[in-house]
């Protein structure tokens, strides 16, 4: 997933080079599928709720395949956000507890721009506060085995 996010970050840094952005959009849902597992990425991909990211970025990925690189990556932007917008709150939490780092996200600006995150989408039944709303399948379980 690094590698294809380190694809398309050269992808538009050279003026948004259609072949690198498809490389990176290719590593990147492989990534995604490595990390997660195909069952998962499948689950992530196909619900109704998210239907409006999934079309964007999955358009935003044809049109970069069809050499439509700037608004195709306007798009995929876009449904990146959307789809990926309430897991933002719980990586920032998370980056708040590195020293040097959690400074930046002090400043006031910055952490109303994040917390814009964490709150509720119509009828996702995400919630607001540390967890984002990320439903329950994503989070670790611990089990203790019987004695």
């Known amino acids: 997933m690094?590698?294809?996010?380190?694809?398309?970050?050269?992808?538009?840094?050279?003026?948004?080079?259609?072949?690198?952005l498809a490389i990176g959009d290719i590593l990147f849902l492989l990534g995604l599928t490595l990390t997660i597992g195909p069952s998962r990425t499948l689950r992530f991909f196909s619900r109704p709720d998210r239907l409006r990211g999934i079309v964007s970025f999955g358009g935003g990925i044809a049109l970069v395949m069809l050499r439509w690189p700037m608004?195709?990556?306007?798009?995929?932007?876009?449904?990146?956000?959307?789809?990926f917008g309430q897991f933002f709150p719980i990586a920032a939490n998370a980056a708040r507890q590195v020293p040097g780092v959690g400074k930046?996200?002090?400043?006031?600006?910055?952490?109303?721009?994040?917390?814009?995150f964490s709150g509720s989408r119509g009828g996702s039944g995400s919630t607001s506060g540390i967890g984002g709303g990320v439903s329950s399948s994503f989070l670790p379980t611990s089990r203790i085995p019987p004695v």
Do not use: A, T, W
């Open 2 to 20: 690094v590698l294809g996010l380190l694809f398309l970050f050269l992808g538009m840094l050279f003026l948004f080079d259609p072949g690198l």
């Open 71 to 83: 608004i195709g990556m306007v798009l995929q932007i876009y449904g990146i956000v959307y789809l």
């Open 104 to 116: 930046f996200f002090d400043i006031p600006i910055v952490g109303k721009f994040i917390d814009s």
